[in-house]
T-cell receptor
Framework: EAGVAQSPRYKIIEKRQSVAFWCNPI?????LYWYQQILGQGPKLLIQ????????DSQLPKDRFSAERLKGVDSTLKIQPAKLEDSAVYLC????????????FGSGTRLTVV | AQSVTQPDIHITVSEGASLELRCNYS??????LFWYVQSPGQGLQLLLK??????LVQGIKGFEAEFKRSQSSFNLRKPSVHWSDAAEYFC????????????FGTGTKLQVIP
């Protein structure tokens, strides 16, 4: 089966600019996650979707981050405006029946804010 | 709240030697436990998972892990390490319920020397 697709792979922006990341999960996976992985740390959940509804966005900095999952398939994560501390790898993952069966991760988008 | 501790930030082993990566979790009920591996520039790949039953779990790439409730541990082992095992390893704990939440540890970076 095709994996989780993410784009772009790399992005460099200046602080206060905006950026968007795209994710296409595995076909049939109802649950989609966005994780932020800062260098030297484990992935931190930003937002979890079940189909096109938000299940958990408790750690999403909502003043600058937003995410949507239209039609329960693809998802976009946006940052506006970006801060230096947003430099990280943004990982998208999907699962068939929730994370307890294991995730399939994409390769991530490495964001550098200068 | 659930949490995971990986006490070793970096481990170096010789090729062919045995490996044990430590993981301790904190969770009030029976946890769901996972080990993921991340190669440079890649997303995370599921190595193995534990839900219930036999406390010794076999995974991919020759890895295994043992759940010890009395020690709140889920250590990852491999009897003979190959140079291709060099990567970062993440332990994760999940809780059950309607929409499962998985929390990752900070990772252990494995270096394999010839």
């Amino acid at each position: 089966e095709a994996g989780v697709a993410q784009s772009p792979r790399y992005k460099i922006i200046e602080k206060r600019q905006s950026v968007a990341f795209w994710c296409n999960p595995i076909s049939g996976h109802a649950t989609l996650y966005w994780y932020q992985q800062i260098l030297g740390q484990g992935p931190k959940l930003l937002i979890q979707f079940q189909n096109n509804g938000v299940v958990d966005d408790s750690q999403l900095p909502k003043d600058r981050f937003s995410a949507e999952r239209l039609k329960g398939v693809d998802s976009t994560l946006k940052i506006q405006p970006a801060k230096l501390e947003d430099s990280a790898v943004y990982l998208c993952a999907s699962s068939f029946q929730g994370g307890l069966y294991g995730y399939t991760f994409g390769s991530g988008t490495r964001l550098t804010v200068v | 709240a659930q949490s995971v501790t990986q006490p070793d930030i970096h481990i170096t082993v010789s090729e062919g030697a045995s490996l044990e990566l430590r993981c301790n979790y904190s969770y009030g009920a029976t946890p769901y436990l996972f080990w993921y591996v991340q190669s440079p520039g890649q997303g995370l790949q599921l190595l193995l998972k534990y839900f219930s039953g036999d406390t010794l779990v076999q995974g991919i790439k020759g890895f295994e892990a043992e759940f010890k409730r009395s020690q709140s541990s889920f250590n990852l082992r491999k009897p003979s390490v190959h140079w291709s095992d060099a990567a970062e390893y993440f332990c994760a704990v999940g809780r059950g319920g309607g929409y499962q939440k998985v929390t990752f540890g900070t990772g252990t970076k494995l270096q394999v020397i010839p």
